[in-house]
């Protein structure tokens, strides 16, 4: 068995979770604080790719960097690189996938932030950059690492986008979902059987992650509480 | 040294209009729940930003709508301590007292934090964190907090009301031990005319957002000026009296038109007439401002007795007169005579 599918899955996971953690908890922060209108609009902008089906993300992601297409043609020209049917390129599709999993987590939990600590953080002195680094996001810990979880794991599973901008080239951009999609269409059943397996084995690892950290956090709680 | 606060704010329906002077002291905000006590020290701390006006402390500008000046709290020196503290959850004592101290090196740091937790007796608690601290605990390590930052002004926001009545005078004792030794201006928020009696010589009244003049607080309970005032000072009988020829005696219609003697002179604005339910007592029935009565009910509070009158000839829906005894003046009766020395008639605006 060619574990490449799964290294490639893994590696194009990790680096979109951590564009994803530093954009989503950025966006959160500081589209909290735009006007109601501006923050509505932007908001569906952002969340939009949560509930569209992946192919039209990709599509759309076509529609841009093709090499054909404005962004697509001036980076070829530029740097002579081709932005789709690389390994890479299925982390432009992953990223905007899995970006609203984290963005709407994290702006979830900067909300029930109490804004009185960054208020006494400010008259004792203390700089915006300080109170949010050693305050805000300690305090939002729990919320930002779900999301972060949550995106890794969509990230992971990420089919549609992927498919149409990395495209199935054997060794080169498989992942473990187009993998099995393409072992099942050639009636290689057997092999893509042991692939679910594979998928099924770490997205329970994942969660079963997520379940230990909230009841860390909660038992956490409850020492607190009594004392 | 002075603080010097004149700003407006709308906020929705709700105005805010306040204008005082501070000095080196601890100057009361006395007001009801929701007149903008909060909004007000907000205002002080930078937190919320007003519409209009000036605040200047010691000569330095904080804020000035003219001007664009608009300091961020962090370059305003002033210490605020929240209603429910905003201490940092994720943090010990030690580090949220030592947070305050951010801009002391690291060794002076050390130093200052030590002796800040000696001072306020938390050394047993030090390395605990917030939650684990009784309410009591969390106000010294909030106080501790602003003192390490050194603010020239210290805002309190309600202090004692987040505490059990049993702890409370404990804290309101080593409370103003610790502002006297601060020295600097002192603002204390409070709805609560005991508490600022206690603990401040001046006082500056807020009424649904505006301001009185700053006044003693013996002439606050001694001549409140208005019906608020008058409230917020624990005054609990109100009735509308009309003048007469004689400029220090009014007339009550509702109280079948008895005559009381005042010990201020009638004025065109006054609208309401004040007694004190302590300032009423039994007399005879010739006595000066007697006002024969009928006992309408009698509650039994803790150290005292609470007796309702309704004076003789009141129309049916007068406000009963309400009298507080110790217990041991009260001996039952049906009717009696009560009277209120003329320097006991409030009169209101």
Request: hydrophobic share 45%; proline share 6%; net charge positive.
């Amino acid at each position: 068995m060619d574990w490449f599918p799964l290294f490639n899955s893994l590696r194009i996971a990790a680096i979109s979770t951590v564009v994803i953690f530093f954009s989503g908890i950025f966006a959160a922060y500081y589209i909290a604080k735009l006007p109601p209108i501006l923050k509505g609009v932007l908001d569906v902008v952002l969340t939009l790719p949560l509930v569209l089906p992946p192919t039209v993300v990709g599509y759309l992601l076509l529609r841009l960097l093709g090499p054909t297409r404005p962004l697509g043609a001036f980076i070829l020209e530029a740097f002579e690189t081709k932005l789709v049917m690389t390994w890479w390129s299925a982390i432009f599709a992953t990223v905007v996938v899995a970006f609203p999993l984290m963005y709407r987590t994290a702006r979830g939990a900067f909300e029930s932030f109490d804004r009185d600590l960054a208020d006494a953080g400010r008259t004792l002195g203390l700089s915006n950059t300080w109170i949010f680094w050693r305050v805000r996001m300690p305090c939002c810990r729990q919320g930002i690492l779900a999301g972060a979880v949550l995106a890794f794991a969509r990230a992971l599973g990420e089919y549609g986008a992927t498919s149409m901008i990395a495209g199935y080239t054997p060794g080169r951009t498989a992942t473990i979902s187009t993998t099995v999609y393409q072992l099942w269409r050639t009636d290689n059943d057997a092999l893509a059987f042991r692939w679910v397996l594979v998928n099924i084995a770490i997205s329970a690892v994942v969660l079963l992650a997520v379940n230990l950290l909230e009841r860390r956090s909660r038992s956490a709680g409850r020492r607190k509480a009594v004392g | 040294m002075s603080l010097i606060v004149a700003i407006e704010k709308t906020y929705g329906a709700f105005h805010l209009d306040v204008s005082f002077q501070a000095e080196r002291e601890i100057l009361a905000l006395l007001g009801a729940s929701g007149c903008g006590k909060s909004l007000t020290l907000k205002c002080i701390a930078g937190i919320e930003r007003p519409d209009r006006g000036r605040i200047e402390l010691d000569g330095r500008v904080l804020f000035d709508s003219e001007k664009g000046i608009c300091l961020p709290p962090q370059q305003r020196r002033i210490g605020y301590l929240f209603q429910q503290y905003a201490l940092f959850p994720n943090m010990t004592a030690e580090q949220n007292i030592a947070a305050g101290a951010h801009h002391l090196k690291k060794s002076q740091r050390q130093q200052r934090v030590a002796e800040l937790l000696t001072l306020l007796h938390l050394e047993d608690a030090s390395g605990k964190r917030p939650r684990q601290l009784s309410g009591g605990q969390q106000q010294r390590v909030a106080l501790g907090r602003i003192l390490a930052a050194e603010p020239e002004v210290i805002l309190l926001d309600e202090p004692l009301s987040a505490l059990d009545s049993y702890l409370k005078f404990q804290m309101e004792l080593d409370l103003s031990d610790l502002l006297a030794s601060f020295g600097g201006i002192t603002l204390w928020v409070s709805h609560d005319r005991g508490e600022v009696y206690r603990n401040c010589r001046r006082v500056c009244v807020l009424d649904n957002g505006r301001s009185a003049p700053v006044t003693s607080m013996t002439g606050l309970m001694a001549a409140p000026g208005t019906v608020s005032a008058a409230r917020l000072s624990g005054c609990k009988n109100y009735v509308t009296p009309a003048p007469t020829e004689d400029p220090y005696v009014v007339v009550i219609p509702d109280w079948g038109g008895i005559r009381l003697r005042c010990g201020s002179p009638w004025q065109a604005d006054i609208t309401q007439l004040g007694i004190r339910a302590n300032f009423v007592r039994p007399a005879q029935s010739d006595a000066l401002n007697a006002i024969p009565c009928w006992v309408a009910r009698v509650v039994e509070d803790v150290f005292t007795t609470i007796v309702l009158l309704r004076p003789e000839g009141a129309v049916p829906d007068a406000p009963l007169l309400r009298m507080e005894l110790p217990k041991d003046l009260w001996t039952g009766a049906q009717a009696l005579t009560v009277s209120v020395a003329p320097e006991h008639i409030l009169l209101l605006r």
